[in-house]
């Protein structure tokens, strides 16, 4: 919401972008995802760095439908004290307080926040699988990178851009599949967990003093997107575990 604020001597215009301003943003979207929290929402702050963190697991759409595996997705952010100062003051001010008279006149990039995500499938306690062999191992794998790099992609559509200058920034991305083994009495290497970890750069809208300059978008198509994108990824995931179970 664009509104005009009182900052000393100036008057301010802005979409509001503040921590509490973000994770509101995201519950909403979160909501509308259909997507079920498991638990609740973990919140920290970092007294020695002011660093706020925000984490929650998510499960597909539906439910659990593979066992004996628990599926769920963790998605979480860091808040900086920079995006703190930059959200509560216009970039103008930022731009003198850090250079000095003269420095409002500079360009300045959009704050951002990188949204971790990560899948996983987890055997209960205690109860982890027989190995899979070499060939299953390989059936999974390659459907679940193709199925999450071409079908129920987990990434947007651009993950790289070029600015005016020729340089590359990375704006999302996705690793390969890590598997967690547990070491039986016997001996016995068994399969405990598989994960695959993600993450997407998420703009943030700038404030300025100027009620003629164009304003950022907000967060949300972005948030509504990545949502939409770890609900598919989350079914992908669940259907290509039938490799790894037992015969």
Known sequence: MALALESGARRVYAVLMDFDDFRNTWRHALAASRLSVLGFEVETLELRSAERRFKIHVEPLGGQQTEPFCVSAALSWRWCPLLTA???TCEEDMLTELLGRGGEELETERPWIR???KLSARTPFGKALPMPGKEAWSRWAREALGRLEQVERLLPDEVIEVDGDGRLALLAWQGDPT???VCSPAGELR???VELSAWQAIDLPRRWND???EADDPPDAQIAGLLARVRASLFAWMEVLDHLRPA
């Open 86 to 88: 930059r959200g509560r």
């Open 115 to 117: 949204v971790d995500v």
């Open 179 to 181: 598997v967690r083994l």
């Open 191 to 193: 399969l405990s967990d």
């Open 211 to 213: 009620p003629e300059r």
